[in-house]
Nanobody, 124 residues
Framework: QVQLVESGGGLVQAGGSLRLSCAAS????????MSWFRQAPGKEREFVSG????????YYADSVKGRFTISRDNAKNTVYLQMNSLKSEDTAVYYC?????????????????WGQGTQVTVSS
C-alpha cells in the first residue's frame, strides 16, 4: 500500500510560479515511475508530466512543455512539479500518482495509487 500527500498548491497570478510536492509512504517508492495529472472543473483528468523510477526519463504534455519540470528525490520519497510561467488554463486540481502498470504514462489506468489532490488557481 502506498499513500500520497500533495502540497504546494495555491493562488498565483498569471506568469508566476509554484512548486508542488508529493510525499509518498512506503519503502519501495524508488522502484516506481511517478506522474502528475490535473483535472479542471467539468473536464477529464489529464496527464501533465511523468518520470521514470530513476528520474532520468521524463515526459510532458505539450501544453506544459518548456514551463513545467518534474523531478524526484528518492531519499525523501518525494516527487516535485516546478511550474513556471503559469497561465489561467493551468487552473486545476493537481494529483500525483504511482505508475504500477506497463501501460503508457498518459493512461490513467496505469496508476493504482493517487493522492488527494492540491488546488492550483491562476488568476489572469
Amino acid at each position: 500500500q502506498v499513500q500520497l500527500v500533495e502540497s504546494g498548491g495555491g493562488l498565483v497570478q498569471a506568469g508566476g510560479s509554484l512548486r508542488l510536492s508529493c510525499a509518498a509512504s512506503g519503502r519501495t517508492f524508488s522502484s516506481y515511475a511517478m506522474s502528475w495529472f490535473r483535472q479542471a472543473p467539468g473536464k477529464e483528468r489529464e496527464f501533465v508530466s511523468g518520470l521514470s523510477s530513476s528520474g532520468i526519463v521524463t515526459y510532458y504534455a505539450d501544453s506544459v512543455k518548456g514551463r513545467f519540470t518534474i523531478s524526484r528525490d528518492n531519499a525523501k520519497n518525494t516527487v516535485y512539479l516546478q511550474m513556471n510561467s503559469l497561465k489561467s488554463e493551468d487552473t486545476a486540481v493537481y494529483y500525483c500518482a504511482v505508475k504500477t502498470s506497463l501501460l503508457g504514462y498518459r493512461d490513467r489506468n496505469a496508476y493504482a495509487y493517487w493522492g488527494q489532490g492540491t488546488q492550483v488557481t491562476v488568476s489572469s
